[in-house]
């Protein structure tokens, strides 16, 4: 599938065929013509996933950009990159707090189209977009082949960035279908 846009690895439809929800890597060079596309899909609305010393880093143009309402609601649990497989869903469950339960509420009330990102939109963004998919009741495999697609269109950025801190296990820090379907379980049986 691969991503909407150019200056993008990750950028895609939540839905398909729809641009109500719109999930991303962090946007940070956005050619004329992508957001004229947002504006055209009346994507207004932006949530910004990161903190503020990722924001920092890594400034999204469209904070400043006036025809875009820009809203910084960092994901605050599970934070830590999980050492073992083993605990990935029980890193991304960790995310489910009352700061999840208001950034899905934003998202999924919003009156305009919604761009969602953190930096590499997988991880925190991956549990956003399967808490929408279940809500919207969409199946498991629907929500699996989404997490999935952040893989592919991750693959060599994941592989260069485990080769450049050894300490991570490459297999922590790329999608598996387990990772997901444990942390739905998890999610659904709290």
Request: some cysteine; proline content about 4%.
């Amino acid at each position: 599938m691969g991503s909407l846009f150019s200056s993008t690895k990750n950028t895609r439809r939540l839905v398909e065929g729809s641009s109500r929800f719109i999930r991303s890597d962090v946007p940070t060079s956005l050619t004329e013509s992508e957001i004229a596309w947002l504006k055209k899909e009346n994507v207004y609305k932006v949530i910004d996933l990161r903190d503020e010393t990722e924001q920092a880093q890594k400034p999204c143009p469209l904070k400043v950009d006036k025809d875009f309402e820009y809203l910084s609601m960092p994901v605050t649990g599970g934070n830590a990159v999980p050492e073992k497989t083993e605990d990935v869903a029980l890193s991304y469950l960790a995310m489910c707090d009352g700061q999840m339960e208001r950034i899905i509420d934003r998202i999924v009330y919003s009156y305009e189209n919604v761009l969602f990102f953190c930096n590499a939109g997988k991880d925190r963004t991956g549990v956003v977009s399967a808490i929408i998919l279940d809500a919207l009741g969409y199946d498991e495999e629907y929500i699996v082949r989404d997490y999935l697609q952040s893989g592919e269109n991750l693959r060599d950025e994941l592989t260069a960035y485990a080769k450049s801190c050894p300490d991570i296990n490459i297999d922590v820090i790329t999608p598996h279908r387990e990772y997901i379907t444990d942390f739905l379980r998890l999610y659904k049986g709290r």
